[in-house]
């Protein structure tokens, strides 16, 4: 099949490149033409373990192109992917700007049945918008398919080539015939590919990203209950995770949510329930809960040192918001290292992956930036584990203690075991554990 995609970020060059993988003739358009000439000079613009190997694979084949010109690669498409952002606008709702942009070019360009496939994560009704507004532009028939990405970063190019479930929402069986086509390849193993309705299914990526931040959230806040009461949120979240009618995933309690997709989808999908007159509580609080919940390590910090952090320096290991990515949108560690600095520490932060998008993006020179985690630690008053990589959780304890003589962790991912830090002679400042401080240290 020949397929286009219009966007070529996290998510389109990922989907871009496997459908490539399988056989398909693939165009990926991005209006950031320093994206596109980097990716066709081999340069991979993201952090996404798999994927470079990937990508020269089908470009070698000829099989994966690059472009800025949408238009070309739509004229010839048999189906189109659109996965451009949907950032959050300023009412909290998704901006569909590149939506509508989109929309825009495919309707000038269009050749008669092909799919326009919605990949971006969009608040229902928005395919019958797509719709519209391609069908101002041109008389011939098209088809629409809401098909919702759900690939986590870091682990992206798995997800795609062996997904748990593939959704659907078609409006004619020449979509349908189109997506089993397209995603026959993808789930052998015998993984549902779920047809419904485009509302259902553009509903149902909210849905999942509302749960998955509804049960982050309430673990932080028995992690918060814990502090008061002594019990560990780790065996909690043992014990709990163990009923299979909860399951084990997404029960790590932490510094909150981040990243480009669950901070933002749960505001959107609030917001624009609102508009409907529905009022989503549960989930409102799960989002007010979240924004407090990123700067637990900053109150610890602050419980321990005093509000005035001036003359202090503290290390930063992780900037992503999470591991095995380079992504810093909604990353915890940046209003850490801000509420830091504006209390008058300095910040000095290590990141495998993310410490370039953190200064040209985020962060800027406002942090220094180590060459590798333990150089971070030189001169440090205390260790903040922000992101879990697996580098971090068994670090060399004699060389952190070489670098940070009296140390002090704030752990905010709970990588560290309390007890096994007392006895190091560690302060330890976990979330939802036993806190070891200063007084126990001998
Ligand atoms: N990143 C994830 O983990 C993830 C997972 C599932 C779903 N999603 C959803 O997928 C969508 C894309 O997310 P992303 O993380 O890939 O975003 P991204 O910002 O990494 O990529 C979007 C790309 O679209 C390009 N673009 C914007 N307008 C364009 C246009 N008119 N023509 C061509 N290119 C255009 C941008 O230049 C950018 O490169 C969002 O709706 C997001 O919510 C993301």
């Given at each position: 099949?020949?397929?286009?995609?219009?966007?070529?970020?996290?998510?389109?060059?990922?989907?871009?490149?496997?459908?490539?993988?399988?056989?398909?003739?693939?165009?990926?358009?991005?209006?950031?033409?320093?994206?596109?000439?980097?990716?066709?000079?081999?340069?991979?613009?993201?952090?996404?373990?798999?994927?470079?190997?990937?990508?020269?694979?089908?470009?070698?084949?000829?099989?994966?192109?690059?472009?800025?010109?949408?238009?070309?690669?739509?004229?010839?498409?048999?189906?189109?992917?659109?996965?451009?952002?949907?950032?959050?606008?300023?009412?909290?709702?998704?901006?569909?700007?590149?939506?509508?942009?989109?929309?825009?070019?495919?309707?000038?360009?269009?050749?008669?049945?092909?799919?326009?496939?919605?990949?971006?994560?969009?608040?229902?009704?928005?395919?019958?918008?797509?719709?519209?507004?391609?069908?101002?532009?041109?008389?011939?028939?098209?088809?629409?398919?809401?098909?919702?990405?759900?690939?986590?970063?870091?682990?992206?190019?798995?997800?795609?080539?062996?997904?748990?479930?593939?959704?659907?929402?078609?409006?004619?069986?020449?979509?349908?015939?189109?997506?089993?086509?397209?995603?026959?390849?993808?789930?052998?193993?015998?993984?549902?590919?779920?047809?419904?309705?485009?509302?259902?299914?553009?509903?149902?990526?909210?849905?999942?990203?509302?749960?998955?931040?509804?049960r982050i959230?309430l673990m932080?806040?028995f992690a918060?209950?814990c502090?008061?009461?002594?019990a560990d949120i780790e065996r909690v979240r043992r014990g709990v995770g163990s009923d299979p009618r909860i399951g084990s995933a997404f029960l790590y309690a932490?510094?909150?949510?981040?990243?480009?997709?669950?901070?933002?989808?749960?505001?959107?999908?609030?917001?624009?329930?609102?508009?409907?007159?529905?009022?989503?509580?549960?989930?409102?609080?799960?989002?007010?809960?979240?924004?407090?919940?990123?700067?637990?390590?900053?109150?610890?910090?602050?419980?321990?040192?005093?509000?005035?952090?001036?003359?202090?320096?503290?290390?930063?290991?992780?900037?992503?918001?999470?591991?095995?990515?380079?992504?810093?949108?909604?990353?915890?560690?940046?209003?850490?290292?801000?509420?830091?600095?504006?209390?008058?520490?300095?910040?000095?932060?290590?990141?495998?992956?993310?410490?370039?998008?953190?200064?040209?993006?985020?962060?800027?020179?406002?942090?220094?930036?180590?060459?590798?985690?333990?150089?971070?630690?030189?001169?440090?008053?205390?260790?903040?584990?922000?992101?879990?990589?697996?580098?971090?959780?068994?670090?060399?304890?004699?060389?952190?203690?070489?670098?940070?003589?009296?140390?002090?962790?704030?752990?905010?991912?709970n990588?560290?075991?309390?007890?096994?830090?007392?006895?190091?002679?560690?302060?330890?400042?976990?979330?939802g554990?036993?806190?070891?401080?200063?007084?126990?240290?001998?």
């Open positions: 099949m020949e397929a286009t995609v219009i966007g070529t970020g996290y998510v389109g060059l990922v989907v871009g490149t496997c459908l490539a993988g399988a056989g398909n003739r693939v165009t990926c358009a991005d209006v950031d033409e320093t994206k596109i000439r980097r990716l066709n000079a081999g340069d991979v613009p993201i952090y996404e373990p798999g994927i470079e190997r990937l990508i020269s694979e089908n470009l070698a084949a000829g099989r994966l192109r690059f472009t800025t010109d949408a238009a070309e690669g739509i004229r010839t498409a048999d189906v189109i992917f659109v996965a451009v952002g949907t950032p959050p606008g300023e009412d909290g709702l998704a901006d569909l700007d590149y939506v509508r942009n989109a929309a825009r070019v495919i309707g000038d360009n269009l050749r008669p049945d092909t799919v326009v496939v919605m990949k971006s994560t969009v608040p229902v009704g928005t395919c019958e918008r797509v719709r519209a507004e391609i069908a101002r532009r041109t008389d011939v028939p098209f088809h629409m398919c809401a098909n919702p990405e759900f690939l986590k970063e870091g682990d992206a190019v798995g997800d795609f080539l062996y997904p748990d479930r593939v959704v659907c929402g078609v409006d004619s069986e020449h979509a349908r015939q189109c997506m089993e086509g397209l995603y026959e390849p993808f789930i052998r193993s015998g993984n549902p590919l779920i047809f419904m309705d485009i509302a259902s299914a553009e509903l149902t990526k909210y849905a999942a990203n509302a749960m998955l931040a509804a959230g932080n806040q918060e209950l502090e008061h009461t002594g932490g510094t909150g949510y981040g990243g480009s997709c669950l901070p933002k989808d749960v505001w959107a999908i609030i917001r624009s329930a609102e508009k409907q007159g529905v009022d989503l509580g549960i989930l409102r609080s799960v989002a007010e809960a979240n924004d407090r919940q990123t700067t637990v390590l900053v109150r610890k910090i602050v419980r321990r040192f005093g509000d005035d952090l001036t003359g202090l320096r503290f290390a930063l290991w992780g900037l992503a918001f999470k591991p095995r990515t380079d992504d810093m949108r909604a990353a915890p560690s940046r209003a850490i290292a801000e509420a830091l600095r504006e209390r008058g520490a300095a910040v000095v932060a290590h990141d495998p992956a993310a410490m370039e998008q953190a200064r040209e993006f985020y962060l800027g020179d406002a942090v220094e930036y180590a060459a590798n985690e333990y150089e971070a630690l030189d001169g440090a008053d205390a260790l903040v584990v922000v992101t879990e990589w697996l580098q971090y959780r068994r670090p060399d304890w004699s060389e952190v203690a070489k670098r940070m003589p009296r140390p002090i962790v704030f752990d905010g991912r990588v560290f075991d309390p007890d096994r830090m007392a006895s190091r002679g560690y302060e330890h400042y976990p979330i554990r036993r806190q070891v401080g200063p007084d126990e240290i001998p």
